[in-house]
């Protein structure tokens, strides 16, 4: 059976809808049939033709979308949300309340009291929500959790993510920028939002263990800037376990560099993107293993993003098929949702505020 997806947002040639519509079309079970691509009715008319959606359902608006779909017998059986952050919170909730399942890409709102009241939304609603959360779909980031549950590296004693970018140090970076630095837009965080809350969910997932603490430094380092575009954010997980993320888009030079460290009392781990496939292991007896994980089965080229080129894809359509079980009414444990976005909310908003306030260390309230 086909399943009918709808997008809000995608619009434009290098919008991350894009990357959206082809990984769910990889898991050869998803189809592309409808959409709000854009808030200019124009443009998303032109989206739609380009994505090969009827032009009737190519729609101006949110609210007229849902109506129509919702009227249909061969309505959209979910919907993914692709625009920029302060619309995630106002269309998810819609799209639920018209009773369809979400796909929403990250962060999961723009503030954290609108995550604490679209978790509600959606356990009531009692539809499919998920969230991409990209990085944890890789094959060898999905071993590394595996390995560190199953006890493979001992207790963990350290977990450290960086993500380092270079395109915002230019301070008229393009459109995809501009909403990015606009608080109106991107919510209460920055760099922080966009590539920081990647690097938590990671340490998290990976390692199997919340954080209960931070100390975060925020810097808004090109002159004008509202919000933060470099992070520092040292962890302290739940076993008392130390950490960090450190989060940049100021790093000139610095394409996509997400890496991942986490240190046991056996055995440490490295995982990085500029090699996605592989996992590297160094045991305490002096010993390393190189673990290559490839493809997780959906070969499709990146449609653009050189630096995401290698596997990115695959992860995307993992998640995606993640998903497609989801809606058959499976389960799909690895898929990231609503407690993953309220944590990463929680963490984006703790760590401005307390960065903005000089407050030293600081508990994770979620
Ligand atoms: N998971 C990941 O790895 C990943 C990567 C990139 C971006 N993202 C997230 O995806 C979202 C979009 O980022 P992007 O880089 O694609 O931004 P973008 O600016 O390239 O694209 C946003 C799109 O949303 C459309 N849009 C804006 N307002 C709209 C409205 N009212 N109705 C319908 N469409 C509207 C725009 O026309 C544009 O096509 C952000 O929340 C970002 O954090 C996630």
Redesign the pocket.
């Known amino acids: 059976m086909v399943l009918r997806m709808g997008m809000?947002?995608?619009?434009?040639c290098?919008?991350?809808?894009q990357t959206h519509r082809l990984a769910a079309q990889a898991t050869g079970e998803i189809e592309l049939v409808a959409g709000?691509?854009?808030?200019d009715p124009e443009?998303?008319r032109i989206a739609g033709a380009a994505y090969g959606v009827d032009p009737a359902r190519a729609y101006a608006d949110?609210p007229t979308m849902l109506a129509a779909e919702r009227a249909r017998s061969d309505g959209v059986d979910f919907v993914s949300i692709?625009?920029?952050?302060h619309?995630?919170y106002p269309a998810t909730s819609a799209a639920l309340e018209a009773g369809f399942a979400v796909m929403s890409?990250?962060?999961m709102t723009a503030r954290l009291e609108e995550a604490r009241q679209l978790r509600s939304t959606i356990r009531q609603s009692g539809r499919p929500y998920a969230l991409?959360?990209?990085y944890s779909a890789y094959p060898a980031v999905r071993e590394a959790r595996a390995r560190i549950a199953a006890g493979r590296l001992g207790d963990i004693r350290k977990i450290v993510v960086e993500y380092a970018q270079g395109w915002l140090a230019n301070p008229s970076a393009g459109?995809?920028a501009a909403?990015r630095i606009d608080p109106a837009r991107a919510g209460v965080g920055g760099c922080i939002a966009?590539i920081g809350v990647?690097a938590f969910h990671l340490a998290e997932f990976v390692s199997g263990l919340r954080v209960s603490r931070i100390m975060a430094d925020l810097g808004a380092v090109v002159p004008g800037r509202a919000l933060d575009d470099d992070c520092a954010v040292l962890l302290r997980f739940e076993n008392g376990a130390r950490g960090a993320v450190l989060a940049s888009q100021i790093e000139i030079g610095q394409g996509n560099g997400l890496r991942l460290r986490c240190d046991g009392e056996k055995a440490s781990l490295v995982w990085q993107l500029d090699d996605p496939h592989c996992l590297t292991i160094h045991r305490i007896d002096g010993s390393t293993e190189t673990v290559r994980l490839e493809s997780s089965g959906a070969v499709v080229p990146a449609p653009f993003e050189v630096q995401h080129a290698d596997g990115y894809m695959d992860a995307f359509a993992a998640i995606y098929r993640d998903f497609t079980a989801v809606l058959r009414g499976e389960e799909a444990p690895l898929l990231p949702g609503a407690d993953d976005g309220l944590r990463g909310m929680a963490f984006i908003e703790t760590a401005v505020e307390a960065s903005r306030a000089n407050a030293g260390w600081v508990d994770l309230v979620v």
């Open positions: 809000i947002g995608g619009g434009s290098l919008s991350i809808g709000v691509f854009s808030s443009r998303s949110l692709v625009t920029p952050n619309l995630h890409d990250k962060p991409s959360y990209t459109e995809q909403w966009d990647h």
